[in-house]
């Protein structure tokens, strides 16, 4: 079966930062020269962190670092290869970051997340780390992807807090790994690989989106909507609404049947 695949990308800065700390990446919507659909279709977004203009470093750093790498990927590779290649190059921004930090003392503490999504022959492969987020909206059934590496998603887990909690705990921004930032001299990757159906929507997000809005909100507006475009400008509109209180980013992706 052949998907066409239809796009959405937004980005906003929010009403309480001052500058916006996030950064994306599409390849279906770069300007890289015609698309070789052995490569797939990349997607991308880093919320970075460490103040002033350091976290728009590090999440710019990491997405070019994908973005860069990725094109180069030999052809015909399946699945498994492709899989181990993000993972490899999530690696490599985590290295890029940090030396750029030993060659810029004054921006040490600076990292970022980085959820990225490959759709590729019928697979969808997601390699990620922090706390943004890919969701899959199946059959009308919301379901998260990602796992946070966070401090009360390890709280969840041991079942001190229900997930209701954790999304109010004041500790829900303090990251187990970050790409960049080296707290136990190892970045675990997570990994996921799963099947592509038709009417599939994925969506990858900075936490400015779901500080701002419960899953059932989001849900509720990948149903209502029929485009990308308008999904996307609804969830920027609704999560500024909210508060927006942070950097919110948004990539929608919807598989349609050919």
């Known amino acids: 079966?052949?998907?066409?695949?239809?796009?959405?990308?937004?980005?906003?800065?929010g009403l309480v930062r001052a500058n916006n700390e996030d950064s994306l990446f599409s390849y279906d919507l770069a300007n890289l020269g015609p698309h070789d659909p052995e490569l797939g279709r990349l997607y991308v977004?880093?919320?970075?962190?460490?103040?002033?203009?350091?976290?728009?470093?590090?999440?710019?750093?990491?997405?070019?670092?994908?973005?860069?790498?990725?094109?180069?990927?030999?052809?015909?590779?399946?699945?498994?290869?492709?899989?181990e290649r993000l993972v490899q190059m999530l690696l490599l921004a985590n290295e890029r970051i940090r030396e750029h930090v030993a060659d810029n003392p004054e921006c040490f503490g600076m990292g970022t997340t980085i959820t990225a999504l490959l759709v590729f022959q019928g697979e969808v492969i997601l390699a990620h780390v922090g706390d943004s987020r890919a969701y899959l909206l199946r059959d009308g059934e919301l379901y998260q992807l990602s796992k946070d590496h966070s401090e009360v998603q390890l709280m969840v887990e041991m079942g001190r807090l229900t997930p209701e909690q954790a999304r109010e705990h004041p500790r829900k921004h303090i990251l187990t790994q970050a790409v960049g930032v080296d707290h136990s001299g190892v970045l675990n990757v997570f990994t996921r690989r799963l099947s592509s159906l038709a009417n599939d929507i994925f969506l990858l997000c900075s936490d400015g989106l779901t500080d701002m809005l419960d899953d059932k909100h989001i849900s509720e507006l990948l149903k209502d909507h029929e485009s990308v475009e308008d999904t996307a400008n609804a969830l920027i509109k609704d999560a500024l609404a909210a508060g927006g209180r942070d950097n919110i980013t948004v990539v929608l992706i919807k598989l349609l049947q050919d």
């Open 45 to 83: 977004v880093a919320d970075g962190m460490g103040g002033v203009a350091a976290g728009e470093v590090a999440s710019r750093l990491a997405a070019q670092t994908l973005s860069e790498y990725y094109t180069r990927g030999d052809a015909n590779q399946n699945g498994e290869a492709l899989q």
């Open 1 to 13: 079966m052949v998907l066409r695949i239809h796009t959405a990308v937004r980005t906003d800065k």
